[in-house]
């Protein structure tokens, strides 16, 4: 029996036994959770040992464990639960004249500002419509989409190797900002150089961002790095908080500072930056068409892209 056989043998039960057990690694937690006995669940995971011809778990004196397969195995019951819960929500909205669900990933930054108008607008135009925004890194993002636990992202691509597997369509650009808290001694300087404020400590963002990268380029450029203590977290509001506090500096995006800078919370810091920050896009699965919801959303945020910074 092929493996493509097997897969269509697992039923409902079956893939809510494998994903409650890989939540609790428990097998009388799981029964418990299901209504079950506990040598009912125990014959269910027998029957799926079965089908895939191929132990899952190891079995120990106070648990379970995961081997390779049943690693592999767990994954794709939550990849199909999430996707038939999906499937029911979407269809009990659309039965009851709504508009469906659709969830978006988004980067924190100059993605924002369109993110927020173009919600603004489709719920103007689908009012019914369910949407869930999850902000986060691209890197997080990218497998989240992998995942099919989001429709769509707009982020970067992190690796070279994603562009056969997603489509991307540019957007916009962005640009950084050196920013510190409004006692900052550099503020109101000038003529600052980059070296000038390698003494400085800094918050960064994890290094698996691209404006870490940009961040390490242009430390790179000038032979140097910081040397007076590093804070790394991709929480902006906890980076404003330290800034209040300390004299530290930070490396942000432009549209999402500026609001901050005018309200006197933040100051900037005047020094010129290399203009190295990647553009950012709407990042879709490859070959893969959109939901209606999903299309309908990408229509509105190709219309609400800034007009004058189209790609040539």
């Not at 799981?30 to 040992?49: C, N, R, V, W, Y």
């Not at 870490?212 to 242009?218: A, E, H």
Request: aromatic share 6%; proline share 6%; glycine share 6%.
């Amino acid at each position: 029996m092929s493996l493509a056989q097997a897969c269509a043998r697992l039923r409902f039960r079956h893939l809510q036994l494998l994903d409650l057990l890989g939540q609790t690694r428990n097998l009388r937690l799981a029964a418990e959770q299901m209504h079950l006995t506990q040598p009912a669940a125990t014959k269910i995971l027998m029957d799926i040992e079965q089908i895939l011809e191929a132990r899952l778990f190891d079995r120990l004196p106070r648990g379970m464990r995961p081997n390779e397969l049943g690693l592999f195995t767990l994954r794709y019951a939550e990849a199909a639960l999430a996707g038939q819960r999906k499937f029911v929500d979407e269809f009990n909205a659309l039965k009851q004249g709504g508009h469906g669900h659709l969830a978006i990933g988004a980067i924190t930054g100059s993605a924002a500002r369109l993110l927020t108008a173009s919600v603004v607008e489709i719920q103007r135009l689908r009012p019914l419509l369910v949407i869930k925004i999850l902000e986060q890194s691209s890197d997080q993002l990218i497998s989240w989409l992998a995942e099919r636990r989001i429709d769509l992202m707009i982020g970067r691509f992190t690796d070279e190797s994603q562009r056969a597997q997603f489509s991307y369509e540019r957007l916009s650009s962005e640009q950084l900002q050196v920013v510190a808290g409004l006692h900052h001694p550099l503020r109101g300087a000038h003529d600052l150089e980059l070296t000038q404020l390698t003494r400085w400590p800094w918050i960064l963002y994890p290094a698996s961002t691209a404006v870490r990268k940009v961040c390490d380029d242009i430390f790179g450029s000038t032979g140097l790095a910081p040397t007076s203590g590093v804070v790394e977290t991709p929480s902006f509001l906890f980076a404003l908080e330290l800034m209040q506090i300390t004299d530290m500096l930070s490396l942000q995006p432009a549209a999402l500072v500026d609001k901050y800078v005018h309200k006197g919370l933040l100051s900037r810091i005047p020094v010129e930056l290399p203009d190295r920050m990647p553009d950012y896009g709407l990042i879709t699965r490859l070959d893969e068409p959109p939901t209606p919801a999903a299309q309908a959303f990408i229509t509105v945020l190709r219309r609400m892209a800034d007009p004058g910074d189209e790609p040539a």
